[in-house]
């Protein structure tokens, strides 16, 4: 990415977010005080082992958690003084979700998986051509059972960018995956950032995914302790696993 003088607008403005959880009589704070940026066609990799803090940050950012403390914007819109109707337009509207299981549908085809979220989208991508960023047109008529494990995670980034997501959120995307699918897994989800400009946020424990962005915000322990830009992005299939 640029210098902080020529940096594209903020898509996402976190404040002193934190978020407790009540376990019983244990209080488990999952994020404490994390402020950051995120950036118009950014791509950023969450990084930090198991309990850091990702997910519950990922959560928050998508709409799907609310914060204990702290306030979170997305551009104009304080997503903490939103209501449940508000948020739920929110991610209906502006944000993909890609998550380590994939969620299909079995009964219904990869073209059918996608058209789920073409029906309710304002202006949606064509479900085929959903299906041809991540290379998959040509199994666009099989079942989620013919396809193998990363083509079922494909099918889920074509669903989750069918409507054209301002932005795009996926937790351990490669995590039930094994390596060189995985890499064909990382290469859709890059290809989505650079053709649709998609700012996109991915979660990880793996430190060689990182090497892959534009900015890399590390977490330990609900804090972020690092954060870093590369200034040059190293390509999937070039990462040392």
């Not at 066609?41 to 519950?56: I, P, Q, R």
């Not at 083509?151 to 959120?169: D, G, N, S, T, Y």
Request: proline share 3%.
């Amino acid at each position: 990415m640029n210098s902080d003088t020529t940096r594209p607008a903020a898509v996402f403005r976190a404040a002193g977010v934190t978020k407790i959880y009540q376990m019983g009589e244990v209080r488990v704070h999952a994020l404490r005080g994390v402020s950051l940026e995120l950036y118009e066609h950014e791509f950023v990799v969450l990084l930090g082992a198991s309990g850091s803090g990702k997910s519950t940050l990922l959560n928050i950012l998508g709409g799907l958690d609310v914060p204990t403390s702290g306030t979170v914007h997305y551009l104009d819109q304080e997503l903490t003084a939103s209501s449940d109707a508000e948020l739920t337009q929110y991610r209906r509207k502006s944000v993909g979700f890609v998550f380590q299981f994939y969620n299909l549908i079995p009964s219904l085809t990869a073209r059918e998986n996608v058209e789920l979220i073409t029906e309710i989208a304002s202006d949606p991508l064509n479900a085929l051509d959903a299906l041809d960023l991540v290379r998959l047109k040509e199994r666009a008529n099989h079942f989620p059972a013919q396809l193998s494990g990363g083509e079922q995670q494909r099918v889920a980034i074509a669903r989750a960018i069918a409507k054209r997501p301002r932005v795009l959120l996926c937790d351990e995307p490669t995590g039930a995956l094994d390596v060189q699918t995985g890499i064909v897994v990382l290469e859709a989800i890059v290809r989505i950032n650079r053709e649709l400009g998609t700012t996109t946020a991915v979660i990880t424990h793996n430190a060689a995914i990182a090497k892959m962005a534009h900015r890399v915000i590390s977490l330990s322990d609900g804090q972020i302790s690092g954060v870093r830009e590369n200034q040059v992005q190293v390509a999937a299939r070039e990462l040392e696993w």
